[in-house]
């Protein structure tokens, strides 16, 4: 991820006016959108997870998924929402007493949900980056600058995972966390 830094002064805002640069102020996030879709994309992508680690290979890890979503766009066209998310999926497991995270994942998504006519949604196509080149230019494309340059940042959602597989494995709120 690349953070681009921007000159504070009169001399940086004449230079985009100057040469026609529109730039995409973060236009915030519907918090009531956000809470009604978020479950939608958090439970695909557990579904999309599971099967692809190492913690589920080894039954007596008893291993589970476990996905956050971060909304950095939300736009919302009737029916239909457009959400660029950051996510982050940790594949965790308990061995001895001990929460072990076994494998995971974090990359940037677009993720396209339709309401559907009981007021539900459904996820119905998901975009993520590719692999290597493109990573990149791929990101520019598909968020505002804003929101790219908070990719990848924590914003607690680590210690977030830790605690719902505590909770999940009933294991005290201090237990630490080992390598599968």
Same mark, same amino acid.
């Given at each position: 991820?690349?953070? /681009?830094?921007?000159?504070?002064?009169?001399?940086?805002?004449?230079?985009?006016?100057? *040469?026609?640069?529109?730039?995409?102020?973060?236009?915030? !996030?519907?918090?009531?959108?956000?809470?009604?879709? /978020?479950? !939608?994309?958090?439970?695909?992508?557990?579904?999309? $997870?599971?099967? *692809?680690?190492?913690?589920?290979?080894?039954?007596?890890?008893?291993? %589970?998924?476990?996905? /956050?979503?971060?909304?950095?766009?939300?736009?919302?066209?009737? &029916?239909?929402?457009?959400?660029?998310? &950051?996510?982050?999926?940790?594949?965790?497991?308990?061995?001895?007493?001990?929460?072990?995270?076994?494998?995971?994942?974090?990359?940037?998504?677009?993720?396209?949900?339709?309401?559907? #006519?009981?007021?539900?949604?459904? !996820?119905?196509?998901?975009?993520? @980056? @590719? &692999?290597?080149?493109?990573?990149?230019?791929?990101?520019?494309?598909?968020?505002?600058?804003?929101?790219?340059?908070?990719?990848?940042?924590?914003?607690? #959602? $680590?210690?977030?995972?830790?605690?719902?597989?505590?909770?999940?494995?009933?294991?005290?709120?201090? #237990?630490?966390? %080992?390598?599968?």
């Amino acid at each position: 991820m690349s953070v /681009r830094r921007w000159g504070a002064g009169a001399g940086a805002v004449a230079v985009l006016v100057a *040469t026609g640069v529109w730039v995409m102020w973060p236009a915030g !996030v519907d918090a009531r959108l956000w809470g009604e879709v /978020r479950p !939608v994309i958090e439970a695909r992508l557990v579904a999309e $997870s599971q099967g *692809t680690g190492y913690g589920e290979t080894v039954p007596a890890l008893k291993a %589970k998924w476990f996905c /956050r979503a971060r909304a950095l766009d939300l736009e919302e066209n009737g &029916d239909r929402i457009r959400a660029g998310v &950051d996510t982050f999926c940790v594949e965790y497991g308990v061995r001895d007493g001990a929460l072990v995270e076994c494998g995971g994942s974090r990359f940037p998504q677009v993720v396209r949900l339709k309401r559907d #006519t009981d007021g539900d949604y459904r !996820v119905v196509s998901r975009e993520e @980056p @590719p &692999d290597g080149a493109g990573y990149a230019e791929w990101e520019e494309s598909h968020f505002s600058f804003f929101a790219e340059s908070e990719l990848g940042t924590d914003s607690g #959602t $680590s210690a977030a995972l830790e605690s719902a597989a505590r909770a999940h494995f009933a294991l005290p709120a201090g #237990t630490p966390v %080992k390598d599968c």
